[in-house]
């Protein structure tokens, strides 16, 4: 016979279970959810938690059959809230098209964030801003170039070690991709006469293994000044000029010998060490020395204007190329090149005020 205890927690149970059974039809919104599941399942005052605790007043023999029942209402609560869980979730994404619909114009605009430039487009912009004043031109040319442009017709013998593939990434057996904005002189004289007065940033290329100082793309700016009566004297001025406009009036530069096949006399421009002053022999910008390489430059050798039907007698030039990624690297304090390529935002947004 049936304790009476055990009838009576019958009794409630299943007035439990029809609650569950109706809330499994009527619930529509995922807080009504969340007080059903406190109601059934919180650990200290829900429904089962509760009926545990009214184990204890039931009668020895009967407490197996009513702690069986005790629990399948816990899994009886358990899968219905997933079943709602589940409905609510699947109703959701129509919820959602409805909102599209009829936007809620009291709530705050969506921002979205300005794009911005590079900071090596910015660096690269300041440069150009120079010359641009001084009235030179910008030109560009291709990328991937013949081994005449970039090397033939600027005078590079046909032994010379910067064929050799280390250096250089071939695409094909006469194609390459440029390994310097160079060539790109020899595509401007060929279609323009004297007086020629530009400018040549991009992309170069050359079969590097990245590290901090190194990767195989980067950037470089080129210069060109083709006229009568052009001599050292313009090339000196005209840098010493540009390099104190970035980098201060004060900045001491100096002009080393150096040896180019497409200039002649060639010359490496250093400029003093930013970072330290010249004063610091461990410096790990300039390596102790005090100074800073950063462009080739030199008059532009006969034999290159011979090579693009100017006559040398008549015209003569100066030309220089200077990494625009070293430049700005030591502009701006930057130690590793890679920071460049990474895009990383965090980076990248440290410039964009400049
Ligand atoms: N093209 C050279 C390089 O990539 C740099 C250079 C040196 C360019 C002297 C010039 C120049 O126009 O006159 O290393």
């Known amino acids: 016979m049936p304790s009476p205890n055990l009838d009576e927690l019958k009794a409630r149970i299943e007035a439990h279970s029809r609650r569950l059974t109706e809330a499994l039809e009527q619930i529509r919104d995922p807080r009504s959810l969340e007080e059903l599941r406190n109601e059934f399942l919180s650990r200290k005052r829900g ?89 030179f031109a910008i030109e560009d040319g291709p990328e991937i170039e013949t081994d005449f442009y970039n090397f033939g017709a600027l005078n590079f013998p046909p032994n010379h070690p910067a064929r050799d593939q280390w250096d250089t990434l071939y695409v094909g057996d006469d194609l390459m991709l440029r390994t310097h904005t160079s060539p790109v002189q020899i595509r401007v004289m060929e279609k323009r006469r004297p007086p020629i007065r530009i400018i040549i940033p991009g992309k170069v290329f050359r079969k590097e293994t990245p590290d901090p100082t190194h990767a195989a793309m980067f950037f470089q700016m080129e210069g060109l000044v083709v006229d009568e009566g052009v001599t050292f004297a ?121």
């Open 47 to 135: 429904v089962v938690t509760l009926l545990f605790e009214d184990l204890k007043t039931v009668d020895a023999e009967a407490k197996r059959e009513a702690g069986r029942l005790v629990n399948a209402l816990k899994t009886e609560a358990q899968s219905v809230l997933d079943a709602i869980a589940a409905r609510l979730a699947e109703a959701a994404p129509a919820a959602k098209a409805g909102a599209d619909s009829a936007p809620d114009p009291t709530l705050p605009g969506e921002r979205r964030p300005y794009g911005a430039a590079h900071p090596l487009r910015l660096f690269q912009r300041e440069i150009e801003k120079i010359f641009l004043d001084m009235g």
């Open 234 to 354: 313009h090339l000196k001025g005209t840098l010493e000029y540009v390099l104190k406009r970035l980098f201060g009036e004060k900045t001491k530069v100096r002009f080393r010998p150096s040896y180019f096949p497409f200039t002649e006399p060639s010359a490496e421009v250093d400029i003093e060490c930013l970072q330290c002053g010249q004063k610091d022999p461990a410096c790990r910008v300039c390596g102790g020395t005090g100074w800073k390489e950063i462009l080739g430059s030199g008059l532009v050798d006969p034999q290159v204007f011979k090579n693009v039907n100017i006559d040398p007698e008549r015209y003569s030039g100066w030309a220089f190329g200077m990494g625009i990624d070293r430049l700005a690297m030591f502009s701006l304090g930057i130690p590793d090149i890679r920071y460049f390529y990474e895009n990383d935002l965090r980076f990248n947004r440290q410039f964009t005020l400049r």
